[in-house]
């Protein structure tokens, strides 16, 4: 029998007892492989450097950023919208979306804006049509996918 433990006026003494089988889990001496331990760490390593990655693309810097600069409302159905847009690549096109948002949150207008490619630093202004009184106007987000509908058509010269 293993160490019990017993009290005696206010003394505690050590008995050679041995303990319940079962009782108390396992032994110390069944620890978990070294080839396992390892194994764990490798994995979890791997899933910290894969989460990282991932985070770094898909929050690392924006090839495309934009700064709405003001916006007015013009009435209870316009807000006008003034932003900006700087580009890693200023000789592409881009499209933005620009909304507007309602007292209680609500998006009640939305509109894509082309940007043509350019130099200098992009500033655009846009109106945007809501379906209630608008409070606010926001750019949403820009991208270098233009759809056909948005972009220029080429006039013919002569």
Not at 45 to 67: D, H, K, R, Y
Request: glycine share 8%; net charge positive.
């Amino acid at each position: 029998m293993g160490p019990t433990i017993l009290a005696r006026g206010g003394r505690s003494e050590v008995s050679d007892q041995a303990l319940p089988p079962g009782r108390y889990g396992k032994d110390r001496d069944s620890r978990m492989p070294r080839w396992a331990q390892v194994s764990l760490l490798v994995f979890f390593l791997s899933l910290g450097v894969a989460a990282t990655v991932i985070g770094f693309l898909n929050l690392g810097t924006q090839p495309i950023s934009t700064e709405r600069t003001a916006f007015l409302v013009l009435d209870d159905a316009h807000v006008k919208i003034d932003f900006q847009v700087i580009r890693d690549e200023p000789d592409r096109a881009a499209a933005c979306v620009v909304r507007a948002r309602s007292a209680d949150g609500d998006e009640v207008g939305r509109k894509e804006v082309f940007v043509p490619p350019s130099r200098d630093l992009s500033l655009r202004t846009t109106v945007i049509r809501t379906s209630k009184r608008p409070v606010t106007g926001e750019v949403f987000g820009c991208s270098y996918q233009v759809p056909e509908y948005l972009a220029p058509t080429p006039r013919p010269s002569g």
